[in-house]
């Protein structure tokens, strides 16, 4: 565990005040409401994330920082296996409103399915707590709406934890962009390729549905956009999309519910013994009695209804312009991206799995032009995410670290993340291209704007 003497040491940070105040409190110390007490945090959404980031590793890094004081979640049985997975003796509750009133937290962690996040940002902020929720904010513009009316009502803040920002290498292309390196940003690359492994799994879960994910549009390329936001630091103005179903769903030839149920195990590639995984048997599988969840659904069933092919053109309102894809079919993963300005490029391939060299660095070149090339080789961080999971929650956890690039995420970038795949998905539906500022109150600006939370 890093101890906080190790981490000031490490990175450098700031001594500062010995109470804390996530979300902001790191950025421009206003006085705390926490009076010197552990913050109280509670959790609804005891799957997977809630269970690791966002449960045990938060209790086993900053015993001294925090203490949760109610889990939530609709299913009885994983919100008892959460408990005893997290290390927590605190109440757990069915009913988010009674865990509300009972615990009242000053924070409200919400890590459940997508399509239901904004429901409890809302209240969280309403009952007074502060909210930190996963990616996506949430799956569309109307709910998109409602957070922000909340937070505006309530005076309450919400941060969004989009821990790609914090990976070293997505840090440091932020830097090299921002130090001027290639002169004006004027077009970005950014191709990003799931494999038939991690790739194959958005299928078998409930991510496979639009009215539960907002499909990967959302779910999964709102990480996308909200590092092309950051890095090109305007805000998006127009999207065109185009997408389909190409592999997954009802391409397939055969299919079962779930392939515990599947009698063409022999033949399937996508075959999966969920029950050798000790962690997803205990929170999924053993818990199928309660609400009739498989967590290896047939990833070429027929109610599947995202696309695996996705592309967009995105126009920024600096004139940046982005050409964007994803595809959930690929041999490997990992992305391929390229910044193109007024006075050189920057290049990456970042192979996540099934690197062609076995490396523990991530490469990106800095060509100027009528100059050589520079390799900037940058080291694996130790947690997720390329190291970026654990750099998140110590500056939320740990009092006195600053934000020198900008890393954190309100609401205001939670939206814009989600409201490029949102129209991408419009665009799809209408086949027109789409202008972020007909779908909320929010205009898009030519200077992104920093939310000091
Ligand atoms: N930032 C990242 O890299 C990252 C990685 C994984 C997941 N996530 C996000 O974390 C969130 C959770 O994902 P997960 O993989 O843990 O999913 P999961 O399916 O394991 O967990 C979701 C939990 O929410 C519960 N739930 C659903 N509806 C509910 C409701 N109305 N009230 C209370 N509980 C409800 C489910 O019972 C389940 O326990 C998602 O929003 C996902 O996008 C982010």
Same mark, same amino acid.
């Given at each position: ?14 001594? $500062? ?34 269970? =690791? ?19 939530? &979640? ?13 290390? +927590? ?9 009674? @865990? ?6 000053? /924070? ?19 009952? $007074? ?7 996506? @904010? ?12 909340? !937070?505006?009502? %309530? ?5 969004? %934890? ?10 440091? @292309?932020? !830097? ?7 002169? &004006?940003?004027?077009?970005? &690359? ?6 038939? =492994? ?12 639009? !009215?539960?994910?907002?499909? *990967? ?16 630091? =305007? ?17 397939? =030839? ?12 022999? #033949? ?20 199928? #009695? ?5 967590? &290896? $659904? ?11 092919? @996705? ?5 920024? #309102? ?72 654990? *750099? ?21 970038? $939670?939206? /814009? ?16 291209? +789409? ?19």
């Amino acid at each position: 565990m890093t101890t906080r003497r190790n981490f000031i040491k490490t990175s450098g940070v700031i001594a $500062g005040s010995t109470l804390i105040n996530p979300l902001w409190g790191a950025q421009n110390m206003r006085p705390l409401t926490n009076t010197g007490n552990k913050l109280k945090i509670a959790l609804v959404g005891t799957g997977s994330r809630g269970c =690791s980031m966002w449960g045990r590793d938060l209790v086993r890094r900053y015993p001294d920082q925090l203490q949760f004081v109610g889990l939530c &979640d609709i299913n009885p049985g994983r919100l008892e296996t959460a408990r005893e997975i997290i290390g +927590v003796n605190c109440p757990t509750y069915t009913d988010f409103d009674k @865990m509300m009133k009972e615990t009242r937290p000053q /924070l409200l962690i919400v890590t459940t399915v997508d399509s239901t996040h904004h429901e409890f940002i809302v209240k969280g902020m309403e009952s $007074g707590a502060d909210v930190l929720t996963e990616k996506p @904010m949430t799956t569309d513009e109307i709910k998109i709406q409602a957070i922000m009316d909340a !937070e505006k009502r %309530t005076g309450k803040k919400c941060r969004v %934890t989009f821990n790609y920002r914090y990976s070293p290498h997505r840090a440091k @292309m932020w !830097e090299l962009l921002r130090n001027g390196e290639i002169g &004006d940003l004027t077009s970005v &690359d950014f191709h990003w390729y799931l494999d038939t =492994s991690h790739g194959a799994d958005y299928f078998r879960r409930w991510h496979r549905l639009v !009215e539960k994910s907002g499909s *990967l549009w959302v779910h999964k390329a709102s990480h996308h956009f909200d590092l092309l936001n950051w890095w090109i630091d =305007s805000d998006p103005e127009t999207v065109f999309g185009l997408g389909s179903l190409d592999f997954y769903g009802n391409n397939g =030839s055969y299919r079962a519910e779930n392939c515990r149920a599947c009698p063409h195990t022999e #033949k399937c590639n996508f075959y999966w013994d969920v029950t050798r995984n000790e962690y997803y048997k205990k929170i999924y599988v053993d818990n199928e #009695k309660h609400d009739g969840y498989l967590r &290896d $659904g047939c990833v070429f069933k027929n109610d599947i209804n995202i696309f695996d092919k @996705m592309a967009a053109s995105i126009r920024y #309102k600096n004139g940046v312009q982005v050409s964007y894809s994803l595809t959930a079919y690929s041999p490997y993963e990992g992305y391929r991206i390229a910044f193109n300005g007024t006075k050189g490029r920057i290049d990456a391939w970042i192979q996540e799995s099934k690197p062609v060299n076995d490396v523990d660095y991530d490469q990106i070149i800095l060509f100027k032009n009528f100059s050589k090339r520079q390799y900037i080789n940058v080291p694996h961080g130790t947690s997720g995410h390329g190291g970026g999971d654990d *750099l998140l929650r110590d500056q939320i956890f740990l009092p006195g670290i600053s934000d020198p690039l900008q890393q954190c995420a309100g609401t205001r970038d $939670g939206a /814009l993340a989600c409201l490029v795949g949102i129209a991408a998905r419009n665009s799809i539906a209408t086949g027109e291209p +789409v202008k972020i500022a007909d779908l909320t109150s929010i205009k898009p600006q030519e200077k992104k704007t920093y939310q000091r939370l």
